[in-house]
């Protein structure tokens, strides 16, 4: 089944408050400054760009302090945000892996300064090509039809929703489901 879901502009606000967008502009913007990651022989990304990341991102619950709680050091694993950017990114050909290092390629080069662009990339390849089942321990049916929630959800809330009515819409859609 294909998805088409309306399209983000650049200029959109909300962007400017999205984690995952800012954190992957940083990234590419990074890399335009600086031509190249380090890469360790395992191809994740060496410590001291990690822990740039960690100062730069501040993804909520993952702030530089709480990392560095528990650790003298960061590896990519100990930041799961990065962990996952750089795996999205490198899908996407936005990056690519070239003798241990990180480079962009052409299309993150000309992304990297969209952010209605980077997230019509990410969002779609994120809800619908990610196995999220993956990094879950017990496996978990999903509750309800993602297929319609996430359909009604792309035509209901083009002009906007509040968090509560959201809920409340996709409380009554599951409880309708099971015949509640």
Same mark, same amino acid.
């Given at each position: 089944?294909?998805?088409?879901?309306?399209?983000?502009?650049?200029?959109?606000?909300?962007?400017?408050?999205?984690?995952?967008?800012?954190?992957?502009?940083?990234?590419?913007?990074?890399?335009?400054?600086?031509?190249?990651?380090?890469?360790?022989?395992?191809?994740?990304?060496?410590?001291?760009?990690?822990?740039?990341?960690?100062?730069?991102?501040?993804?909520?619950?993952?702030?530089?302090?709480?990392?560095?709680?528990?650790?003298?050091?960061?590896?990519?694993?100990?930041?799961?945000?990065?962990?996952?950017?750089?795996?999205?990114?490198?899908?996407?050909?936005?990056?690519?892996?070239?003798?241990?290092?990180?480079?962009?390629?052409?299309?993150?080069?000309?992304?990297?300064?969209?952010?209605?662009?980077?997230?019509?990339?990410?969002?779609?390849?994120?809800?619908?090509?990610?196995?999220?089942?993956?990094?879950?321990?017990?496996?978990?049916?999903?509750?309800?039809?993602?297929?319609?929630?996430?359909?009604?959800?792309? %035509?209901?809330?083009?002009?906007?929703?509040?968090?509560?009515?959201?809920?409340?819409?996709?409380?009554? %859609?599951?409880?309708?489901?099971?015949?509640?």
């Amino acid at each position: 089944m294909t998805f088409l879901l309306q399209p983000v502009k650049n200029d959109e606000p909300a962007l400017a408050g999205a984690p995952m967008i800012g954190a992957a502009q940083k990234i590419l913007a990074y890399l335009v400054e600086h031509e190249t990651i380090g890469l360790t022989k395992g191809k994740a990304f060496q410590r001291r760009f990690v822990h740039w990341a960690a100062a730069e991102f501040a993804w909520p619950g993952w702030e530089e302090d709480r990392l560095f709680l528990v650790n003298k050091v960061l590896n990519e694993y100990d930041f799961p945000p990065l962990e996952a950017l750089h795996f999205v990114l490198l899908k996407l050909k936005l990056i690519r892996h070239y003798k241990l290092t990180c480079r962009l390629t052409g299309a993150g080069r000309d992304i990297a300064e969209k952010p209605g662009d980077l997230f019509n990339l990410i969002a779609p390849f994120g809800l619908f090509e990610v196995d999220h089942a993956a990094s879950i321990r017990m496996p978990e049916p999903r509750l309800g039809n993602w297929d319609i929630f996430l359909g009604v959800l792309n %035509t209901e809330a083009i002009l906007g929703v509040t968090c509560g009515a959201l809920r409340r819409n996709s409380l009554w %859609t599951t409880r309708r489901q099971r015949g509640l």
